[in-house]
Each structure stands twice: as structure tokens, then as C-alpha cells.
């Protein structure tokens, strides 16, 4: 017989528990017990005042932001909508039944605030770190590194030429926080007193976001984007050890990783021994700066293209170190120049020998004489061409795909796919909370957090 339910509300009292409702097995009860908050409120007591009514919790805070990213709610208003009516949220929060959930406008302000001067964000993601290394979760022999692209919030049909871009500084309504943050980092670089660090402004830019990339490598044909970069343990579990924002360059997105790497030392007295990353790492800046710290660099070198058909390639030249010149295949000298240019130098030929040599035709067939450029750091890059091809570089290059499943992992589950912050500060707050929820996501259903949790 089919059955109907008697829907009747007229019960005056009920006997209800969370504990009942919330799933022993649930995500939330995982992660609220590899999550430790108890330090928040000690870290960010000078940024309040004495006096004043209370303010909004900042651990509520945290957790709720931690439980959008955990779970893909990354808009803060349909966030404070779930955890109104979803008693998991609620219980994980600490809310109750009756617990007032904050206004959406709360956490732009504290963003904006104290949780950005504080640096909350990242001293939550390095607690997390904490944990998983005392869970035995991080070998600390291999790292990989690399880099996805996330769209940022510009509109690519609004490219400007940044040569005929002006912001005026009187006026309030162009000196957005993007634009003020922007304009802060070229000062600070392009000042007379760091000559070495000036910072060209990008061909194209949007008024919105300045800071951001305009790159052809995203979901889009052309846009404007960040990358996030990750500094990955190659352990079993691939816990994220970093994460750096950066404008959608390669150079910028290279340039993160001595800063990761040197932090992760800093912070939790790990370097690895290997640096697994692809081509885009190859490039003699990055080796060399692995190999003086010695890491061993399982990266493929970056070759400069190849002159054309039929052309004797700089292989074919045998290099000594001893007199610092090149030898030709007919076995005469390239001496070096002197000259220096984006970190390459020079070495050529005689002219007197080139005329006369046979091997004209399919050397220098349009140039008087030989001309070879050679790295300042091409030694590392030697060292690194030795490794490729050996058994310990192809498993390296199977450990690489981990970096893949996590940005898989951050664009499908935790759906970063476009940020929803402008300026480069807002790009580090998403990414470093995304990473955060990854790493939690993976501590929580550790089996050492699941005995953990039962003792």
C-alpha cells in the first residue's frame, strides 16, 4: 500500500542535537578536527581596538570563508545563505541554532582591513602546512612547481596601450585600491635608488586591474589573468608547501619560485633536494640560481630555436672553459667579446677565417662571420642537460602530473576559474584561501587525521 506523509508542525517541543544530524562521516567533522584556530585571536588582537562594542568573531570568519573555498561557494553571499539552512555549516561554524550569521559586506571590510595587514591568510595557510608536516604528510625530499592561469576580473575587449594610459592621482574615483597598488609597486621598484629592479609596465592594461597579465594562455583566446603558483611536495599526498600570485608572465611567474622556496625554508626548515618543473624553467636564470643552492634541477632545458635548415647548430661547437672560447667544427677559435646582453655573451669568429673556410655555405651563409651567444649561467644548464633522460629525471617527469591534479582539483571542486578581487592583493587573499581548502581537504581525510579524530 502506498504510504503519504503526515506533514504536521503543530509540536511545540522538539528534541533536537547536532551531534544527531551531522553526519559522523561528513566532510565538516573531518576538517574541524584537522583545523586549529585557537592561536587566531592572539594573532590579530592589535589590530582591535580596546574599546567599542564587540566585533564579529574573526575565527566565524575564517571558517566560513574555509568552508566556501572546501566546498566551490566562493560568492560570499550565497555563502551566508547556505550556512543560514545547512546544519553541517552551522555546526561547523559554531553557529547553533539560533547563532546570527554575519552580512556578506563584513567580510570585504576585514579582507580589506585587518585580515590584509595582518597577513591572516597566510599565517592560516602556513598553520595548515604545520599540520599536515606534523601528520607525516610532507616528505621534503622533491618539490614540483608550477603555474596555472586564472582569469582575472578585466574585460578583454578593453586593452589599453599602457604607454597612453595616465591615472590622474587627484582624482578619487581613478585611484581605485588596484590602481593605487599598482602605481605603489612601480614606484617603489622604479625608485633612483634601485636602478637594478625597474619594472616595465606591460604593452597592454586594463584601467580596472592594471596589475593583471594580458596572456593568450588561459580558457579565453586573449585576457587579462593572474597565475597561481604552487611549490608542491611530491609525497603521496601532495601537500601545496607554497603558493605565490603573480601577474600572468613567465618571467613573473618564474621569479616566484626562489621566493617560495626560500619561505618554506624560513618557515618550516624544509628545502628540497630536487626541483621538478617543465621547459618553462629551464631558463639559465632559474638553474643557475638551483644549482648554487644546490637542488638538483630535473627541468628540461630551454634551447634557443635553431637557425635554420641545414645550418651548423651550436652543438656542433665545442666550448672550453679554461680559455673561455668556443672551437668551430674546422677547428678554429670564437673568443668572447666582452658583451654582455639579457644575460648572454658574445664570441664570434674571425672574419679572415669564416671567408676562407669551407663550411661558409651552412655556417654563417649571410654573415661575414660566426656569431655564438652563450649563457652566463650555461655551466647549470650543462649540469641540468646531464640529468635529462636518466631513470631518476623520467620519474621525476611522472611526479610532475601531482601539480596537474591539484590545479584539476582548484578549477573543477573549488572552481577558481575567475577571480572575483581585482588587484594583485585580492589574487594572493583567493589563491592562498584556495590552497588553504586543498590542503585541508587532504588532511582531513588522511588516515592519520581520521585515528587522530577517534582518539
Known amino acids: 500500500m502506498m504510504g503519504r506523509l503526515e506533514a504536521t508542525q503543530d509540536q511545540l517541543f522538539y528534541d533536537f542535537r547536532f551531534e544527531a ?27 582591535y581596538s580596546v574599546e567599542g562594542r564587540p566585533s564579529i568573531d574573526p575565527e566565524l570568519m ?26 553541517a555549516y552551522r555546526w561547523f561554524c559554531g553557529l547553533g541554532l539560533d547563532g546570527a550569521v554575519p552580512d556578506h559586506s563584513t567580510f570585504s571590510k576585514n579582507r580589506h582591513g585587518r585580515f590584509r595587514d595582518s597577513d591572516l591568510f597566510r599565517r592560516v595557510f602556513e598553520r595548515v602546512v604545520a599540520t599536515c608536516i606534523e601528520a607525516g604528510l610532507v616528505e621534503g625530499e622533491a618539490f614540483a612547481v608550477d603555474s596555472s592561469i586564472i582569469d582575472a576580473v578585466a574585460s578583454p575587449y578593453k586593452p589599453e596601450d599602457s604607454s597612453e594610459v595616465t591615472f590622474d592621482r587627484t582624482d578619487a574615483k581613478q585611484m581605485t585600491r588596484p590602481v593605487r597598488e599598482y602605481l605603489a609597486v612601480l614606484d617603489a621598484a622604479n625608485a633612483s635608488e634601485n636602478p637594478d629592479d625597474w619594472i616595465t609596465p606591460q604593452k597592454k592594461i586594463a584601467r580596472s586591474d592594471p596589475a593583471a ?80 643552492n644546490a637542488i638538483t634541477p630535473h627541468v628540461p632545458v630551454r634551447e634557443s630555436a635553431n637557425k635554420g ?9 665545442s666550448f672550453d672553459t679554461g680559455c673561455d672560447d668556443y672551437t668551430c667544427p674546422e677547428g678554429k677559435r670564437l673568443t668572447s667579446t666582452g658583451h ?34 652563450r649563457d652566463v649561467d650555461e655551466a647549470a644548464r650543462d649540469v641540468a642537460r646531464a640529468l635529462a633522460g636518466s ?4 620519474h621525476s617527469r611522472r611526479l610532475r602530473k601531482k601539480v596537474e591534479v591539484r590545479f584539476a582539483h582548484l578549477k573543477t571542486i573549488v572552481g577558481l576559474r575567475r577571480l572575483r578581487l581585482r588587484g594583485l592583493s585580492g589574487a594572493h587573499d583567493e589563491m592562498t584561501l584556495a590552497a588553504t581548502a586543498q590542503n585541508l581537504r587532504k588532511l582531513a581525510r588522511s588516515n592519520i587525521t581520521a585515528r587522530k579524530r577517534a582518539a
Open 309 to 317: 635548415e641545414g645550418i651548423i647548430p651550436e652543438s656542433a661547437f
Open 21 to 47: 544530524f551531522v553526519a559522523a562521516d561528513h566532510l565538516v567533522r573531518r576538517i574541524d578536527a584537522a583545523l586549529d584556530l585557537t592561536w587566531l585571536r592572539a594573532e590579530l588582537k592589535p589590530f
Open 213 to 292: 597579465g594580458w596572456t593568450t594562455r588561459g580558457r579565453s583566446q586573449v585576457a587579462f589573468a593572474y597565475a597561481t603558483n604552487y611549490l608542491l611536495d611530491t609525497g603521496e599526498a601532495g601537500i601545496i608547501m607554497d603558493v605565490a600570485a603573480s601577474p600572468a608572465s613567465l618571467k613573473r611567474e618564474v621569479d616566484t619560485v626562489p621566493v617560495m622556496i626560500e619561505r618554506t625554508d624560513a618557515r618550516f626548515g624544509l628545502r628540497p633536494k630536487t626541483l621538478i618543473g617543465d621547459t618553462a624553467y629551464g631558463a639559465g636564470r632559474m638553474v643557475g640560481w638551483l644549482v648554487r
Open 391 to 394: 631513470e631518476a629525471f623520467e
Open 62 to 87: 575564517i571558517r566560513m570563508l574555509l568552508l566556501g573555498y572546501c566546498f566551490g561557494i566562493r560568492s560570499e553571499r550565497r555563502l551566508c545563505a547556505e550556512v543560514k539552512v545547512n546544519l
Open 340 to 373: 654582455v646582453y639579457n644575460r648572454r655573451i658574445s664570441y664570434r669568429a674571425s672574419k679572415f677565417d669564416c671567408e676562407m673556410c669551407t663550411l661558409k655555405s651552412n655556417c654563417c651563409p649571410t654573415q661575414p662571420y660566426r656569431k655564438l651567444t
